[in-house]
């Protein structure tokens, strides 16, 4: 630094904020060598908070641009064509002078003046315009339009212009945000807003523009312009018509109240809806009753979902229909009916997909007409596993969250078994008795009544007040499913069993499946088998799908991981199913309490390995690769024999941790992955090695989640990888004691226990 330089110092402005908004925030504006380079706002103003709207925050920015207009422009092209010439300030004034005192020469009130305040001040906003419009004689505007309006109604409901703390907007249960963009022009209000909202308050926006804020609002009713009239008619149409009014303030401090009274009552919803471009009005405060002559959909946020109650579809097509607008409505919005890992994985929403039955009203609901339906559905679904795990969510089994009424216990089972026999035994004639027998099994009996695959909460239940007798049963073990073709292939599955039950006897005993439950249905192809027996018996029954339908049924490549072509055979992998278990309450280290705990670190893999040769009739060739060997571990896999519409093939399963939880069932038990099969046969030197990897193989990082399930497909066949080792000498594993191995099932092996 020279001798004669002079350091500079910033120095600190107070001011106000000049624009007309109800915020009124303090500045301090930092200044050097007479130079303002930053506007902020005042920490220690309570209202301001030390924020600023973008409006105000970048003056120095917009002050100081290099492409700021500092010399008038006049246009030089047709309207609308950006075309302009820069003018001196003697040529656009005698311009502007020449063309107003042309028409004030014919009229001066032809003038009229038609701007608001913009930036303010008492010189540029009231004082200098005014006089000129005054001294050309034009004529009289009130120039604050809207304002004035809102201003007069102040005056005339509270006696002046005045404005409310908006501090109390924290306290609302319902906030109304009309034609007013908040986070662009009251921020400061809107920060207050955020904070009711985090306290249970609802947001609603209207305006005919979708705005950020209503983006952020939890409706946003988007009316026509200019039909903001007939809105607020009918709001109050629906405050007289229901009597929501304090009559003695009306009586009090009110003039012409007869006359509004009559008009609003001319606008019921259904006109003003027409006339706002709105496809229905809901006006909240009250639940509509159950009638069978409304239908309704309604929307609901949940803890990362949107819950949508579709209304309800007399048919097929009609529920496809509805699906339809539902899925394109999530999809308009960015959400997706499934998740994406970064893996490959494809996992179900979050959510569920549950499906309801019923009837027009709850008398005509077909287990109220049919009382023996309930108890043969029930034995149905006992019988076939699939129709309970192979739709099902990631989490199912006792502990999930849909349990089968046959897998909560020995004691739940037998109970079970004697409920229907009882039922049997004396024909049952009342809906509620039905309950009554059936609610133990078919609703959860700790409190979360909705924890029931077949739930009967609202079949006729008598503690429940208002809708507890709707003749319903919610089919809730469903994902929700990536298509609404696959939604409705389900339901139209679940409508032929229906159908088919209550239309012929089904009292086949309960099979206690045991072990076998979450063993062998755990895993793809049994499931698959057992739903190809489910629409057997429906086409035996006259009430069989159609092609399309049992093809969207049958599709579950998302569960398919890769495979490996070989000379003799091929080798598929394929994600089966886990029965996660539900650990317990787990202490929370962030906060006191604790929490639902689920284990979800094991993993099941479904081995196919089947030939790929055939003879010259088109039978698949007993040969080599019924030889072949699988072992885990050193354990031979007692692959079992099996067959489907491609013929020949073996089967089994592989338990395994496919990481290690911070806390889970087993906290001595680290991560198995990767899973490494061993692919041999007695006769070959050839050996080989097939692993399934979590994550990338070569140890990489994902980019980021896949972009859709195309790219997630991909990752999933990237994840698994084959070595080929020749060697000197084979050697198999001896299968003598291979039963013997601890976790080895007739369907499965349970690498844990290696």
């Given at each position: 630094?020279?001798?004669?330089?002079?350091?500079?110092?910033?120095?600190?402005?107070?001011?106000?904020?000049?624009?007309?908004?109800?915020?009124?925030?303090?500045?301090?504006?930092?200044?050097?060598?007479?130079?303002?380079?930053?506007?902020?706002?005042?920490?220690?103003?309570?209202?301001?908070?030390?924020?600023?709207?973008?409006?105000?925050?970048?003056?120095?920015?917009r002050?100081?641009?290099?492409?700021?207009?500092?010399?008038?422009?006049?246009?030089?092209?047709?309207?609308?064509?950006g075309?302009?010439?820069?003018?001196?300030?003697?040529?656009?004034?005698?311009?502007?002078?020449?063309?107003?005192?042309?028409?004030?020469?014919?009229?001066?009130?032809?003038?009229?003046?038609?701007?608001?305040?913009?930036?303010?001040?008492?010189?540029?906003?009231?004082?200098m315009?005014?006089?000129?419009?005054?001294?050309l004689?034009?004529?009289?505007?009130?120039?604050?339009?809207?304002?004035?309006?809102?201003?007069?109604?102040?005056?005339?409901?509270?006696?002046?212009?005045?404005?409310?703390?908006?501090?109390?907007?924290?306290?609302?249960?319902?906030?109304?945000?009309?034609?007013s963009?908040?986070?662009?022009?009251?921020?400061h209000?809107?920060?207050?807003?955020?904070?009711?909202?985090?306290?249970?308050?609802?947001?609603?926006?209207?305006?005919?523009?979708?705005?950020?804020?209503?983006?952020?609002?939890?409706?946003?009713?988007?009316?026509?312009?200019?039909?903001?009239?007939?809105?607020?008619?009918?709001?109050?149409?629906?405050?007289?018509?229901?009597?929501?009014?304090?009559?003695?303030?009306?009586?009090?401090?009110?003039?012409?109240?007869?006359?509004?009274?009559?008009?609003?009552?001319?606008?019921?919803?259904?006109?003003?809806?027409?006339?706002?471009?709105?496809?229905?009005l809901?006006w909240?405060?009250?639940?509509?009753?159950?009638?069978?002559?409304?239908?309704?959909?309604?929307?609901?946020?949940?803890?990362?979902?949107?819950e949508?109650?579709?209304?309800?579809?007399?048919?097929?097509?009609?529920?496809?229909?509805?699906?339809?607008?539902?899925?394109?409505?999530?999809?308009?919005?960015g959400?997706?009916?499934?998740?994406?890992?970064?893996?490959?994985?494809?996992?179900?929403?979050?959510?569920?997909?549950?499906?309801?039955?019923?009837g027009?009203?709850p008398?005509?609901?077909?287990?109220?007409?049919?009382?023996?339906?309930?108890?043969?559905?029930?034995?149905?679904?006992?019988?076939?596993?699939?129709?309970?795990?192979?739709?099902?969510?990631?989490?199912?089994?006792?502990?999930?969250?849909?349990?089968?009424?046959?897998?909560?216990?020995?004691?739940?089972?037998?109970?079970?078994?004697?409920?229907?026999?009882?039922?049997?035994?004396?024909?049952?004639?009342?809906?509620?008795?039905?309950?009554?027998?059936?609610?133990?099994?078919?609703?959860?009996?700790?409190?979360?009544?909705?924890?029931?695959e077949?739930?009967?909460?609202?079949?006729?239940?008598?503690?429940?007040?208002?809708?507890?007798?709707?003749?319903?049963?919610?089919?809730?073990?469903?994902?929700?499913?990536?298509?609404?073709?696959?939604?409705?292939?389900?339901?139209?599955?679940l409508?032929?069993?229906?159908?088919?039950?209550?239309t012929?006897?089904?009292a086949?005993?309960?099979?206690?499946?045991?072990?076998?439950l979450?063993?062998?249905?755990?895993?793809?192809f049994?499931?698959?088998?057992?739903?190809?027996?489910?629409?057997?018996?429906?086409?035996?029954?006259?009430?069989?799908?159609?092609?399309?339908?049992?093809?969207?049924?049958?599709?579950?490549?998302?569960?398919?991981?890769?495979?490996?072509?070989?000379?003799?055979?091929?080798?598929e992998?394929?994600?089966?199913?886990?029965?996660?278990?539900?650990v317990g309450?787990?202490a929370?280290?962030?906060?006191?309490?604790?929490?639902?705990?689920?284990?979800?670190?094991?993993?099941?893999?479904?081995?196919?390995?089947?030939?790929?040769?055939?003879?010259?009739?088109?039978?698949?060739?007993?040969?080599?690769?019924?030889?072949?060997?699988?072992?885990?571990?050193?354990?031979?896999?007692?692959?079992?024999?099996?067959?489907?519409?491609?013929?020949?093939?073996?089967?089994?399963?592989?338990?395994?941790?496919?990481?290690?939880?911070?806390?889970?069932?087993?906290?001595?038990?680290?991560?198995?992955?990767?899973?490494?099969l061993?692919?041999?046969?007695?006769?070959?030197?050839?050996?080989?090695?097939?692993?399934?990897?979590?994550w990338?193989?070569?140890?990489?990082?994902?980019?980021?989640?896949?972009?859709?399930?195309?790219?997630?497909?991909?990752?999933?066949?990237?994840?698994?990888?084959?070595?080929?080792?020749e060697?000197?000498?084979?050697?198999?594993?001896?299968?003598?004691?291979?039963?013997?191995?601890?976790?080895?099932?007739?369907?499965?092996?349970?690498?844990?226990?290696?």
């Amino acid at each position: 630094m020279s001798a004669h330089t002079v350091p500079i110092t910033p120095t600190q402005v107070r001011g106000a904020c000049p624009h007309d908004c109800p915020d009124t925030c303090a500045l301090l504006t930092t200044v050097e060598n007479g130079r303002a380079v930053r506007v902020q706002g005042n920490p220690a103003h309570a209202q301001t908070g030390g924020v600023l709207c973008a409006k105000v925050s970048k003056y120095p920015e917009r002050t100081y641009h290099a492409e700021r207009i500092l010399t008038p422009l006049k246009r030089s092209g047709p309207k609308g064509s950006g075309q302009f010439t820069p003018v001196g300030w003697d040529e656009a004034l005698a311009d502007i002078a020449a063309r107003l005192e042309a028409i004030a020469a014919r009229d001066p009130q032809a003038i009229q003046p038609y701007s608001y305040a913009g930036t303010m001040g008492l010189v540029q906003g009231e004082s200098m315009d005014r006089r000129f419009f005054h001294r050309l004689g034009a004529s009289f505007l009130d120039r604050t339009i809207c304002a004035t309006a809102g201003g007069e109604g102040l005056v005339h409901t509270l006696g002046g212009k005045v404005g409310m703390k908006v501090e109390f907007f924290a306290e609302s249960k319902l906030i109304l945000i009309w034609g007013s963009n908040s986070i662009g022009s009251n921020l400061h209000f809107w920060r207050i807003a955020q904070q009711a909202k985090r306290g249970g308050a609802k947001l609603v926006c209207i305006d005919p523009r979708k705005s950020e804020t209503a983006e952020k609002c939890h409706e946003h009713i988007q009316l026509l312009p200019g039909t903001d009239a007939a809105l607020a008619l009918a709001l109050m149409h629906e405050l007289i018509a229901h009597g929501w009014l304090d009559h003695d303030y009306i009586a009090r401090h009110t003039v012409g109240w007869e006359k509004l009274r009559e008009r609003a009552l001319q606008w019921p919803p259904e006109r003003a809806a027409q006339a706002c471009g709105l496809q229905a009005l809901v006006w909240t405060g009250a639940t509509p009753p159950v009638d069978a002559t409304l239908e309704l959909t309604t929307v609901t946020p949940d803890p990362a979902v949107i819950e949508i109650n579709s209304a309800p579809s007399r048919n097929c097509a009609e529920f496809f229909w509805r699906s339809q607008q539902a899925y394109a409505a999530a999809a308009a919005h960015g959400l997706s009916p499934y998740r994406l890992y970064f893996n490959g994985q494809v996992a179900d929403s979050g959510g569920a997909g549950q499906i309801t039955f019923g009837g027009p009203t709850p008398e005509a609901s077909p287990f109220v007409t049919h009382l023996p339906l309930l108890p043969r559905l029930v034995r149905y679904f006992n019988r076939h596993p699939a129709l309970s795990y192979r739709f099902a969510h990631d989490f199912v089994g006792g502990s999930g969250q849909s349990v089968r009424a046959d897998e909560r216990g020995t004691d739940a089972f037998d109970d079970l078994v004697l409920a229907l026999a009882l039922l049997e035994r004396q024909p049952v004639t009342e809906p509620e008795l039905l309950w009554k027998s059936l609610a133990s099994f078919l609703c959860d009996a700790v409190g979360n009544s909705h924890r029931a695959e077949i739930n009967i909460e609202k079949l006729w239940n008598p503690y429940l007040p208002g809708r507890g007798r709707l003749g319903l049963v919610e089919f809730r073990g469903l994902r929700m499913q990536h298509t609404p073709q696959r939604a409705t292939a389900i339901a139209c599955l679940l409508r032929a069993v229906i159908a088919m039950l209550a239309t012929r006897p089904y009292a086949l005993p309960l099979i206690d499946w045991g072990r076998e439950l979450h063993d062998r249905f755990a895993l793809p192809f049994y499931l698959q088998a057992d739903l190809d027996t489910v629409l057997a018996e429906l086409d035996a029954a006259g009430l069989g799908l159609e092609t399309p339908i049992q093809a969207v049924l049958r599709h579950d490549a998302f569960r398919f991981l890769g495979q490996v072509d070989l000379p003799f055979g091929t080798l598929e992998l394929w994600r089966g199913l886990e029965f996660w278990p539900l650990v317990g309450d787990a202490a929370s280290p962030e906060q006191s309490g604790s929490s639902r705990f689920v284990d979800a670190s094991t993993t099941r893999i479904e081995i196919r390995w089947r030939p790929t040769t055939t003879d010259a009739a088109g039978t698949q060739d007993a040969g080599p690769w019924q030889d072949w060997a699988i072992t885990v571990d050193g354990v031979t896999l007692p692959l079992r024999p099996e067959r489907d519409s491609r013929g020949d093939l073996k089967v089994f399963g592989v338990r395994y941790a496919s990481f290690a939880p911070r806390s889970g069932l087993h906290p001595v038990l680290g991560s198995q992955a990767p899973l490494t099969l061993t692919l041999g046969h007695a006769d070959h030197d050839v050996q080989h090695d097939i692993t399934l990897h979590e994550w990338r193989p070569d140890g990489e990082a994902y980019p980021g989640l896949p972009v859709d399930l195309m790219e997630a497909g991909e990752r999933r066949a990237a994840r698994m990888t084959v070595v080929e080792r020749e060697l000197a000498e084979q050697t198999l594993p001896d299968e003598s004691g291979t039963e013997a191995s601890p976790g080895l099932t007739a369907y499965s092996l349970d690498r844990r226990y290696r």
